[in-house]
């Protein structure tokens, strides 16, 4: 039986599969502290606007994932519209880690256990390359956002604060 790479994720298995570019990046920050997303930039040494939060949201009783910079927040109202929905409300926690496989302060994009609909901030189309969660807390994936958008079948608008 073949072992599991250590930094494997289903997030990592996705973008293996696929071939797609990417590096990863390990960081310690921990996942209550304040201003945990410009920490992780920090650390990586990479500046605030290339880090994305991924946040799982339910519109209209449906959950939506929302990747958004770390600078900012997830405009609910604008998530909601940009997936067809009226009203956007953050996810419960545990449906959250539920729906994706992934638990708080690691739950990516990509490789998530029910695919669901997915909204990239348009900030992202800017850059040439953006960070996201790998899938673990402490791991972070770097990649093209094409790739990315690509990947989740995601639609571009501006939904952050």
Known sequence: MAKK???????????????????LHPY???PDAPNYGALVAQALGVGAE???????????????????????DLDLKALAQAAGG????????A????????????????????RLATVVDDSALGLDVMYVSAGRRGLQV???PGDLIR???????????
């Open 5 to 23: 790479a250590a930094a494997g994720t289903p997030a990592t298995a996705l973008l293996n599969a696929q071939k797609v570019a990417h590096t």
């Open 28 to 30: 310690d920050v921990s």
């Open 50 to 72: 290339r880090v994305f939060k991924t946040l799982i949201a339910e519109v209209d009783g449906v959950l939506v994932v929302g990747v958004v910079p770390v600078t900012g």
């Open 86 to 93: 009226k009203r956007g409300a953050l996810a419960d926690r």
């Open 95 to 114: 449906a959250a880690e539920r729906s994706s496989g992934y638990v708080r302060g690691g739950i990516s994009p990509l490789g998530q256990r029910k």
């Open 142 to 144: 770097a990649l093209a």
């Open 151 to 161: 990947l989740t079948e995601a639609v571009t608008a501006t939904i952050r604060t």
